[in-house]
């Protein structure tokens, strides 16, 4: 019989099994190692993070956060706001994130009672609603700061309240000193503008109706009435909820001066239509006509009269920012924010919530990253504000209170309001992150097209790249950029949406109109989302200045066809240029520094101090006086121009000036002057950046 002991199994002689071990052994090893060092190319880098991050996204966690958030009417410093404050610090702390809160101490404005009836000749009368019905829950539609009043006169109608209209109803014989003036609302003006061009007139009180094609026709929109932005009693600072300090008082001229001095009110279409059914006077303008959609047979006054009460109360309240932080690897010092407001009129679905909803989905998704191995080379900031619908007082106290670290340390601030209205990626953003808002949307899918890009849709929808520019003062961006200059974007899908500022923006209204599928949420996010990944990973920031150079060449061809030829532009065109080379020469060092050739302490130095030209050249669009007298907006390129309309939609100082020299309350030679100086003025802020971009 043969010896079993001296083969193994594979049928080999016991000798060799010694060797044959050996080898297997060292073919283990090496494998080992290729596994290993496969695995080490694995795309761990930031690309990868940044795919996990968009294949990550989900519409059912979305919709079951904006569900949430909009179970009850959550109106700015009510109890229900806190809850929402409390669920989204919840939410992030369940991610495992840094959080933190910042509660200020606001002057907010509430109604407590409004009345509104219509009298006929014959004697008899009708109230009118003002809410909508079976709203009681929510608060009762009024136009917070209006102050309060009663009045009884004729209505007259005004089409959109601009001074050109008031101009028409002049030339048909009718003045409206003392009337009550009801007004469609427009594109133009600002219900705040609104407002305050009624009084200047002589108007004894407003009522403002929307009447977009699409509107419920009795949804009332809710909405505020103050000027400017921020906190009215502690302009330019912070009160702490907790330790105080200073506020002016309610008679300070610096405080009254931002409230109306007429009372007002919004209406229903429904309401609108009852009121102006009753007017006599002469027709409407043609002009007028045209795009309305009621039949209103006359401009009034009367023979219809209104009785309009409105008592309201102003009150300081608490206010509350909620804060997730994913501290930077490499740079902590140096912040990418995103922002959302959190407060709504009433149930908020769209205005904000969906913006909220994706905030905590981004915070899940970071969160996830993270788990796999990613940390931000930079600090990301998820930022949460309260009490925007009253003037962005959350996200103003925050950046007036921190206005040394988050001015000189913020890379951009990305804000997201209404996240979904409806369909179609809106974009606005300054100049600088053009390219990248256009990168990014070639790598999110888009939602309503199976196979196609965000992008594809987006620019076939345009016929091209169409970014909007951050002139308005309608969400929170404004601090950020119109008072510490920090690089800013905002986007949103959908636009106009039918329930704004109304009780019946609600979770059905979004899921049945606004977003079925959840899907634009995903979108929105996803860019959003990946807009603050590149910012805060990318070793050289993705800024592009010669974007802003040849923007700002555009302005300056759209003025020169404006202004005669007495007004020298020259001054604005040199500093362009220096801009513009000051773009190229910082392009070609940021190429040279993005090629891995040298990890040399000296090269973190040197691409830390091109980034921190990239970052802080928008500072230079600052000017410590600001826009005669709003010296609050210190940017001097975007930000509002006085209230009554105007063709720019940049260069606010300079568009405030030419709009003197129209009034003709000044002599056409003093009136170029001023405009010369704002030239000036504009010219040396470019100059600024063009310095801050080159560095010394
Ligand atoms: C009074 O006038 C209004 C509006 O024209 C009309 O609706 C109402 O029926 C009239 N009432 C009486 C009692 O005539
Ligand atoms: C999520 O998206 C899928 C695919 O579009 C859809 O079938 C599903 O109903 C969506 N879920 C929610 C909660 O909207």
Same mark, same amino acid.
């Given at each position: 019989m043969k010896k079993v002991a001296e083969f193994d199994f594979w049928g080999l002689p016991l000798k060799q099994k010694g060797t044959l071990i050996f080898a297997l052994i060292c073919t283990l090893v090496t494998l080992c190692t290729i596994v290993n060092w496969i695995h080490l190319q694995l795309p761990r880098g930031t690309p990868f993070y940044h795919r996990s991050f968009l294949s990550t996204a989900s519409n059912v966690t979305i919709s079951a956060y904006l569900r949430t958030l909009t179970r009850q009417p959550h109106l700015a410093g009510t109890p229900p706001s806190l809850s929402t404050a409390n669920f989204v610090l919840s939410q992030f702390q369940s991610f495992g994130l840094e959080t933190s809160t910042a509660r200020f101490q606001a002057l907010l404005s509430y109604p407590l009672h409004s009345s509104l009836s219509l009298h006929f000749r014959n004697g008899t009368a009708v109230g009118l609603p003002l809410a909508e019905p079976g709203s009681s829950a929510v608060v009762p539609p009024y136009h917070a700061y209006s102050p309060s009043g009663s009045v009884t006169s004729t209505a007259v109608f005004a089409n959109y309240g601009r001074e050109e209209d008031y101009e028409a109803l002049i030339k048909l014989g009718v003045d409206v000193a003392g009337s009550v003036v009801v007004v469609r609302k427009g594109d133009d003006l600002s219900r705040g503008a609104v407002v305050r061009v009624a009084q200047r007139v002589g108007a004894a009180a407003v009522l403002i109706y929307a009447e977009d094609d699409r509107t419920v026709k009795s949804g009332v929109e809710r909405g505020t009435v103050i000027e400017g932005v921020g906190d009215p009693q502690s302009p330019g600072w912070a009160v702490d909820a907790d330790n105080g300090g200073e506020i002016l008082g309610l008679d300070d001229p610096e405080v009254s001066g931002r409230f109306p001095r007429i009372p007002s009110l919004p209406l229903s279409l429904e309401c609108a239509e009852k009121i102006l059914g009753e007017i006599g006077g002469p027709p409407l303008p043609a002009e007028w006509r045209e795009s309305l959609r009621s039949r209103i047979p006359g401009v009034g006054p009367g023979p219809a009269v209104l009785k309009l009460t409105y008592q309201g109360e102003k009150k300081i309240a608490t206010i509350q920012n909620v804060f997730a932080i994913i501290r930077? *690897?490499?740079?902590?010092d140096r912040y990418v924010l995103l922002g959302n407001h959190r407060d709504a009129w009433a149930y908020g679905a769209v205005d904000p919530n969906s913006g909220t909803a994706a905030l905590l989905d981004i915070a899940r998704r970071y969160s996830l990253i993270m788990r796999m191995g990613w940390k931000p080379r930079r600090t990301i900031i998820l930022c949460s504000w309260d009490a925007e619908e009253f003037g962005m007082m959350g996200s103003t106290e925050w950046v007036e209170r921190n206005i040394v670290n988050v001015g000189s340390k913020s890379v951009a601030y990305l804000n997201v309001d209404c996240?979904? $209205?409806?369909?179609g990626l809106f974009a606005r953003s300054t100049p600088q992150l053009d390219d990248l808002l256009v990168e990014i949307t070639k790598k999110v899918k888009d939602p309503d097209t199976t196979g196609a890009t965000v992008y594809k849709t987006w620019t076939e929808a345009n016929k091209g790249i169409n970014i909007e520019r951050l *002139?308005?003062?309608? =969400?929170?961006?404004s601090p950020f950029l119109q008072y510490a200059g920090i690089p800013s974007v905002d986007i949103y899908y959908g636009?106009?949406?039918?329930?704004? !500022?109304? %009780?019946?923006?609600t979770y059905d209204w979004m899921a049945k109109n606004g977003d079925p599928t959840f899907q634009r949420h995903v979108s929105a996010s996803g860019i959003w989302g990946l807009l603050a990944l590149h910012l805060a990973d990318d070793p050289i920031i993705p800024f592009n200045y010669v974007s802003y150079a040849i923007q700002l060449q555009g302005y300056v061809d759209v003025l020169s066809k404006l202004?005669?030829? =007495?007004? *020298?532009l020259h001054p604005l065109s040199s500093s362009i240029q220096a801009l513009h080379s000051a773009a190229k020469e910082v392009q070609a060092k940021a190429a040279e520094l993005r090629s891995p050739v040298s990890i040399e302490e000296d090269a973190v130095l040197m691409r830390r101090a091109v980034n921190d030209q990239l970052m802080l %050249?928008?500072?230079?669009?600052?000017?410590?006086?600001?826009? $005669?007298?709003?010296?609050?907006?210190? !940017?001097l390129i975007y930000g509002p121009h006085g209230d009554y309309g105007s063709k720019l939609r940049f260069f606010p100082s300079i568009a405030d000036a030419m709009k003197l020299v129209e009034s003709r309350d000044i002599k056409e030679s003093e009136g170029n002057a001023v405009i010369q100086h704002e030239i000036w003025r504009v010219s040396r802020a470019i100059q600024r950046a063009a310095d801050a971009l080159r560095g010394i």
């Amino acid at each position: 019989m043969k010896k079993v002991a001296e083969f193994d199994f594979w049928g080999l002689p016991l000798k060799q099994k010694g060797t044959l071990i050996f080898a297997l052994i060292c073919t283990l090893v090496t494998l080992c190692t290729i596994v290993n060092w496969i695995h080490l190319q694995l795309p761990r880098g930031t690309p990868f993070y940044h795919r996990s991050f968009l294949s990550t996204a989900s519409n059912v966690t979305i919709s079951a956060y904006l569900r949430t958030l909009t179970r009850q009417p959550h109106l700015a410093g009510t109890p229900p706001s806190l809850s929402t404050a409390n669920f989204v610090l919840s939410q992030f702390q369940s991610f495992g994130l840094e959080t933190s809160t910042a509660r200020f101490q606001a002057l907010l404005s509430y109604p407590l009672h409004s009345s509104l009836s219509l009298h006929f000749r014959n004697g008899t009368a009708v109230g009118l609603p003002l809410a909508e019905p079976g709203s009681s829950a929510v608060v009762p539609p009024y136009h917070a700061y209006s102050p309060s009043g009663s009045v009884t006169s004729t209505a007259v109608f005004a089409n959109y309240g601009r001074e050109e209209d008031y101009e028409a109803l002049i030339k048909l014989g009718v003045d409206v000193a003392g009337s009550v003036v009801v007004v469609r609302k427009g594109d133009d003006l600002s219900r705040g503008a609104v407002v305050r061009v009624a009084q200047r007139v002589g108007a004894a009180a407003v009522l403002i109706y929307a009447e977009d094609d699409r509107t419920v026709k009795s949804g009332v929109e809710r909405g505020t009435v103050i000027e400017g932005v921020g906190d009215p009693q502690s302009p330019g600072w912070a009160v702490d909820a907790d330790n105080g300090g200073e506020i002016l008082g309610l008679d300070d001229p610096e405080v009254s001066g931002r409230f109306p001095r007429i009372p007002s009110l919004p209406l229903s279409l429904e309401c609108a239509e009852k009121i102006l059914g009753e007017i006599g006077g002469p027709p409407l303008p043609a002009e007028w006509r045209e795009s309305l959609r009621s039949r209103i047979p006359g401009v009034g006054p009367g023979p219809a009269v209104l009785k309009l009460t409105y008592q309201g109360e102003k009150k300081i309240a608490t206010i509350q920012n909620v804060f997730a932080i994913i501290r930077g *690897s490499k740079e902590p010092d140096r912040y990418v924010l995103l922002g959302n407001h959190r407060d709504a009129w009433a149930y908020g679905a769209v205005d904000p919530n969906s913006g909220t909803a994706a905030l905590l989905d981004i915070a899940r998704r970071y969160s996830l990253i993270m788990r796999m191995g990613w940390k931000p080379r930079r600090t990301i900031i998820l930022c949460s504000w309260d009490a925007e619908e009253f003037g962005m007082m959350g996200s103003t106290e925050w950046v007036e209170r921190n206005i040394v670290n988050v001015g000189s340390k913020s890379v951009a601030y990305l804000n997201v309001d209404c996240a979904v $209205q409806g369909p179609g990626l809106f974009a606005r953003s300054t100049p600088q992150l053009d390219d990248l808002l256009v990168e990014i949307t070639k790598k999110v899918k888009d939602p309503d097209t199976t196979g196609a890009t965000v992008y594809k849709t987006w620019t076939e929808a345009n016929k091209g790249i169409n970014i909007e520019r951050l *002139s308005g003062v309608d =969400s929170d961006y404004s601090p950020f950029l119109q008072y510490a200059g920090i690089p800013s974007v905002d986007i949103y899908y959908g636009r106009d949406f039918p329930v704004y !500022h109304t %009780a019946y923006d609600t979770y059905d209204w979004m899921a049945k109109n606004g977003d079925p599928t959840f899907q634009r949420h995903v979108s929105a996010s996803g860019i959003w989302g990946l807009l603050a990944l590149h910012l805060a990973d990318d070793p050289i920031i993705p800024f592009n200045y010669v974007s802003y150079a040849i923007q700002l060449q555009g302005y300056v061809d759209v003025l020169s066809k404006l202004l005669s030829g =007495s007004i *020298s532009l020259h001054p604005l065109s040199s500093s362009i240029q220096a801009l513009h080379s000051a773009a190229k020469e910082v392009q070609a060092k940021a190429a040279e520094l993005r090629s891995p050739v040298s990890i040399e302490e000296d090269a973190v130095l040197m691409r830390r101090a091109v980034n921190d030209q990239l970052m802080l %050249a928008e500072r230079g669009f600052l000017d410590a006086d600001g826009l $005669q007298g709003r010296k609050w907006f210190k !940017h001097l390129i975007y930000g509002p121009h006085g209230d009554y309309g105007s063709k720019l939609r940049f260069f606010p100082s300079i568009a405030d000036a030419m709009k003197l020299v129209e009034s003709r309350d000044i002599k056409e030679s003093e009136g170029n002057a001023v405009i010369q100086h704002e030239i000036w003025r504009v010219s040396r802020a470019i100059q600024r950046a063009a310095d801050a971009l080159r560095g010394i």
